[in-house]
């Protein structure tokens, strides 16, 4: 898996490149290692804060954690991308079990209310030459019901275009292009909240919230 580092008035140093080369290989055996990382380290004042972006073809891992020193904080992103990736896989899992288990009650289940199978018995075929009736293939007539039930809307809850921390919106454009999001929700280093929406002819808008 490709990593790049940012530190933002931090230095990069020997210790914290092997913590995360550590924490990104127990990851890789949990989701592959075809993707790419990316860390972002940054100092304020007091505060140390790790960003970690773990992404892949069909996976999306973003956290961020703060901590009065740099190593804890990296330790519990790396702890809460792994975290994510072991649910997403035991999902993962969980689905393709459910829809092979689907697939053998449709099979065996009788049928639901208001829909009728009928089966026609099998009759007494034309009679051949030598007296001997011919055996005729049962037929299955099935009527479904008129109207087809609406699905549910299904949700999903991500904190993945949300930034954790004051930007400018230089950065904030590089950061929704790293992470593939349409929108992306973030503050200035002023307190204020704004949003930038990618709009279908592919340009950034930027949304000031009041």
Do not use: W
């Not at 007091?46 to 973003?62: C, G």
């Not at 997403?88 to 689905?95: A, C, D, F, N, W």
């Amino acid at each position: 898996m490709n990593l790049d580092y940012t530190g933002r008035q931090t230095t990069i140093t020997k210790k914290l490149k092997a913590q995360t080369e550590a924490g990104i290989a127990r990851i890789e055996k949990i989701i592959g290692d075809a993707g790419a990382a990316h860390v972002i380290l940054t100092t304020e004042k007091y505060r140390r804060t790790a960003e970690l972006t773990v992404q892949t073809r069909s996976l999306n891992l973003v956290a961020a954690c703060e901590a009065t020193d740099m190593e804890m904080a990296l330790r519990d992103a790396l702890a809460a991308i792994e975290k994510q990736a072991i649910r997403h896989k035991k999902k993962k899992t969980t689905i393709k079990r459910n829809a092979k288990e689907g697939v053998r009650q449709v099979a065996l289940a009788p049928p639901e209310d208001g829909a009728a199978v009928l089966v026609k018995e099998p009759s007494k075929g034309p009679i051949t030459k030598n007296g001997s009736s011919r055996k005729a293939i049962p037929m299955l007539v099935h009527s479904f019901p008129s109207e087809t039930p609406l699905a549910e809307p299904h949700l999903v809850r991500s904190n993945d275009g949300v930034a954790m921390r004051p930007m400018s919106l230089e950065e904030a454009v590089k950061e929704a292009a790293f992470r593939d999001r349409e929108v992306f929700v973030f503050r200035d280093h002023g307190g204020q909240a704004l949003v930038l929406h990618r709009k279908k002819d592919g340009k950034m808008e930027l949304i000031e919230v009041p």
